[in-house]
């Protein structure tokens, strides 16, 4: 039995995107821009395929994904590298609990690992204080929404967790790795209007997006760690840390897969070779050992 599969990504052209996960991370497509790459999804939205072009959901048991995962009725986690050329839409995810309800879905909760970032970069990330749906729909209405959101400045290597719940955008000059639930909801507030490939306005989800805003002030959970592997964000849906690889790693996660992915340097897992951009599904129950340099994240379901 196979358990260790080499990724393929189903790629997104969004018109906010760039050509860095082309130029720089060895992703080969003809999509352009290449705005994102889907490194780990089992969601009908762009499915991820192994190197034999089945997709990864076709070769997946419950044996493979392991026994924390029993728990979600569907799987659990969605990876992706996102490159931000331009500023992406300000958008709000539901919860659990509205999504499952209203658009028989799962909610989503995620984290943003920064890969890369031009100087002066940042991300838009909860609100600056406390406000209401009343300030919040007036500041749409006159353009001015990012006035009460937080721009964090960000750097390679820091993590943002961000709940379901918090109205939030990625900057221009971001390269992230976003980790996340197995969802593609978004409720879209502010798009700076802008046209989609169509030449109309793309589709704004205001009445649904005030219904789940947490109108509270942000407070960034950031998780501090001085071990090697760190924890970089951990929730009830996914657990990653980050790797300084330089030499070798072994370990073995007995109740749930672990999702490698390169977002620097080069080596080798297991005997096949890597290099900054990939990623690998290794099953539950399988030792797998890293050889090499560079930085790795290391994603399972806790």
């Known amino acids: 039995m196979k358990n260790v599969y080499k990724l393929v990504p189903e790629y997104k ?24 790459s889907w490194e780990l999804s089992l969601n009908p939205h762009g499915l991820t395929k192994v190197e034999d072009g089945k997709t990864l959901a076709e070769v997946l048991t419950p044996v493979k994904t392991g026994k ?8 659990p986690v969605l990876i992706k590298f996102i490159d931000a050329k331009q500023n992406l839409s300000v958008q709000v995810h539901p919860s659990d609990d509205y999504a499952l309800k209203y658009e028989n879905s799962y909610g989503k909760t995620e984290s943003w690992y920064i890969v890369e970032a031009e100087e002066g970069a940042g991300i838009y990330c909860g609100f600056k204080r406390d406000t209401n749906k009343e300030e919040f729909l007036q500041s749409l209405a006159s ?4 006035n009460l959101l937080n721009f964090i400045p960000v750097k390679k290597g820091d993590c943002y967790f961000i709940p379901s719940g918090t109205v939030h955008a990625i900057g221009a000059g971001c390269l992230i790795l976003e980790i996340q639930q197995n969802s593609d909801l978004t409720y879209r507030v502010y798009d ?6 169509d030449g109309k306005l793309r589709e704004l989800h205001v009445d649904k997006a005030i219904k789940v805003i947490n109108f509270n002030k942000y407070e960034p959970k950031l998780f501090a760690s001085g071990e090697n592997p760190r924890v970089i ?5 996914f657990r990653s840390r980050e790797l300084v690889l330089n030499g070798g790693f072994t370990e073995k996660n007995a109740n749930s897969f ?11 897992i ?10 690998f599904f290794v099953c539950a129950d399988t030792e797998y050992t890293l050889k090499g340099t560079g930085k790795v994240i290391l994603t399972c379901v806790p």
């Open 192 to 197: 700076y209007n802008r046209r989609g490939a």
């Open 68 to 75: 924390n995962c029993e728990k979600f009725e569907f799987f």
């Open 270 to 279: 297991n005997g096949e070779k890597f290099i900054k951009g990939d990623s």
């Open 13 to 36: 052209d969004y018109l906010w995107g760039g050509e860095k996960l082309k130029t720089d991370y060895g992703k080969q497509t003809d999509k352009t821009p290449c705005a994102e």
């Open 143 to 146: 353009g001015e929404v990012e």
């Open 233 to 237: 964000t951990e929730c009830d849906y």
């Open 258 to 268: 672990t999702c490698v992915t390169v977002t620097d340097g080069s080596g080798e």
